[in-house]
């Protein structure tokens, strides 16, 4: 009878520590589900990013090209109207207006860019640390 009590007392002890070995596993998995989780939504915020930069890019280089056009523009009225006529010379005026704020929203673009540019390897940075928390 004391043997098989000492049985049933080994089973029960036995069958304690599987099921805690069993709850440690399962909460286990549970973080990594949840650390896959915020990688995925990470990862997304990631790409909305990476798109954000490609339209940003898109519209510098329209900008650009727009300067380039009107430096263009503004060169052939130099030299194809003389210093004297009014018109000419309020065009020209328009035209270096325009030029100076495009070249300001390129300066603003480029600010931008730079900050979205950091923040982008920041979140990066905390995407390794988390992988690497993954795995190990």
Avoid: F, P, Y
């Amino acid at each position: 009878m004391n043997g098989q009590r000492r049985k049933l007392d080994e089973d029960m002890s036995k069958s304690v520590m599987k099921n805690n070995s069993l709850d440690m596993a399962s909460m286990e998995q549970k973080k990594a589900d949840e650390n896959v989780l915020r990688l995925i939504e990470h990862h997304k915020r990631e790409k909305e990013a990476i798109l954000l930069l490609e339209k940003k890019l898109d519209a510098k280089q329209k900008l650009e090209l727009e300067i380039e056009e009107m430096k263009g523009n503004l060169q052939v009225m130099k030299r194809m109207g003389g210093d004297d006529d009014q018109k000419i010379q309020e065009k020209m005026k328009e035209i270096d207006e325009e030029l100076k704020d495009k070249i300001e929203e390129i300066d603003d673009l480029e600010a931008l860019n730079q900050t979205l540019l950091v923040k982008e390897h920041k979140s990066n940075n905390e995407l390794q640390e988390a992988r690497k928390e993954l795995i190990s």
